[in-house]
């Protein structure tokens, strides 16, 4: 029999005995042949050598490399246990450790480990990036490649986005021996997933923070990569080789003003819910007002007056004047200010003249804000959702939530972005909460994690 790689999906001729067909493979009517996912290459192949089936592999288009780092940098001993219960798990499997604990410097070691053309797979541009540079100074930047950003550019060792792994995966599925995917809780997207399974690579590594998703899709990492097979919490790594933290709550309070105007959006929603006999309890009934209120005028008005009641919450004054005796008690800090929506982050911008950075900010604009908040030159720092992830800011020491989602991995990740270490580093995490709102148990919901226990 003959295996090859179709589109995304294996493909199997030339079969003398029926009997000796995988099983994962389905027949595919529309060509007369049987098929299967890619990513079931590993097990096919192992099947076929433990039953003694002969065959030829036309699939496998990637290469043995010979590649050492040129870094002489010596792994912390987490990221030696990380890595070797990754070689435990036969190459395959999550690793969940804090930002700022090297997980990049995991993806080095594996690819120095397996020896294999690699794809990495990263969500931001940003990062796409910051792991060419790091391929490029461990190996050489005549191995590396880049695809997406602007860039088509296949080597042996590529970064690229999830949006163009899913574009590209179709015909490039076979060349990779190993795939790492940074930020992986993005992976188990019902597009994003399709990287993972139009790829035949043996070898999977996974990294991320915080892997656990709301809609519990993460379970799906386990068929596509493997288990989690290590995982380092914030508070076991602060210290020695995280920043040490505090994390304060400051309660702020509406003003009589925006107490009535908060209540009155509140009662028109409410009774839109209790007319139709929804709950916003969960994320499938947050869908189903969603739904029901795009069907009617008043639906459509009790959703305005929903964005109306959390806009009073995150953006009272109050926050900006706790804001500011924040931003002067830390006049010498590095500070990055997050809030859930651009409104506010541009309002701050405006009163406090700081730089700011939302998704709407341009690729020259954003990295020389950054630069310049990383030499010094800028010292505060305001963002919407758009440095939640992705990127290294090892200067910043002062983080505050002006206002933010009940995301437990939000939450972890705005934290993550003050504790790269630095000598004789303390980070201080401030939370600001309107009393007498939905705020107060979106806090209590994203503080449900031992980094703020």
């Known amino acids: 029999m003959r295996l090859h790689f179709d589109r995304g999906t294996l493909v199997l001729q030339d079969i003398d005995d029926p009997a000796d067909i995988p099983p994962q493979f389905v027949f595919d009517n529309r060509v007369d042949r049987w098929r299967t996912p890619a990513y079931h290459y590993r097990p096919i192949i192992e099947h076929l ?18 590649c050492e780092s040129r870094l002489s940098v010596e792994p912390h001993p987490y990221q030696q246990e990380a890595i070797q219960a990754w070689k435990a798990y036969r190459f395959r499997g999550v690793i969940e450790l804090p930002t700022g604990s090297g997980k990049s410097y995991l993806g080095q070691m594996a690819i120095e480990l397996t020896k294999r053309s690699t794809l990495i797979v990263v969500p931001t541009i940003d990062l796409l990036h910051q792991w060419y540079s790091l391929l490029s100074s461990s190996f050489s930047n005549e191995l590396v490649g880049i695809i997406g950003g602007g860039y088509y550019e296949v080597n042996v060792l590529t970064v690229t986005t999830y949006q163009s792994a899913v574009n590209t995966m179709d015909r490039l599925g076979n060349q990779w021996g190993l795939l790492i995917f940074d930020e992986c809780h993005h992976l188990p997207g019902e597009m994003y997933s399709h990287a993972a399974e139009m790829a035949i690579a043996p070898y999977r590594l996974a990294l991320t923070a915080t892997l656990e998703r709301q809609d519990g899709r993460h379970k799906m990492l386990d068929r596509l990569i493997g288990p989690v097979v290590y995982q380092q919490s914030i508070k076991a790594l602060a210290g020695e080789y995280l920043s040490e ?39 499938q009934g947050w869908r189903l007002f ?16 929903h964005h109306e009641a959390r806009k009073i919450a995150m953006g009272t004054e109050s926050k900006l004047r706790a804001l500011e005796s924040i931003v002067k008690e830390h006049a010498r800090d590095r500070i990055i200010i997050f809030t859930q929506d651009n409104d506010t982050a541009y309002t701050i911008s405006q009163e406090f003249l700081i730089p700011c950075i939302t998704h709407q900010t341009d690729i020259k604009e954003r990295k020389a ?39 437990i991995r939000e939450h972890v990740q705005r934290l993550g972005r003050i504790l790269r270490r630095q000598q004789g580093k303390q980070a201080i995490l401030y939370e600001v ?4 709102t939905v705020e107060e148990y979106q806090s209590k919901r994203r503080t449900q994690h031992d980094a703020f226990l």
Request: glycine share 8%; net charge positive; hydrophobic share 35%.
């Open 49 to 66: 050598v433990k039953e003694r089936i002969p065959y030829t592999d036309k699939t496998r288009q990637y290469q043995e490399l010979r």
């Open 369 to 407: 804000i950054l630069e310049a908040f990383s030499s010094g030159k800028y010292r505060f720092l305001v963002t919407s959702k758009a440095l939640n992830e992705g990127v290294n800011v090892p200067e910043a020491n002062v983080a505050v939530v002006l206002s933010g989602s009940g995301s």
């Open 433 to 436: 909460v309107t009393k007498g």
């Open 245 to 283: 933290y505090d994390v304060k709550r400051t309660t702020v309070y509406m003003t009589q003003e925006e107490k009535a105007r908060y209540g009155e959006a509140l009662d028109e929603r409410n009774t839109f819910l209790e007319e139709n006999n929804l709950s916003l309890g969960g994320l």
């Open 290 to 305: 969603v739904m029901k209120s795009a069907q009617s005028r008043e639906g459509r008005r009790a959703m305005m007056a």
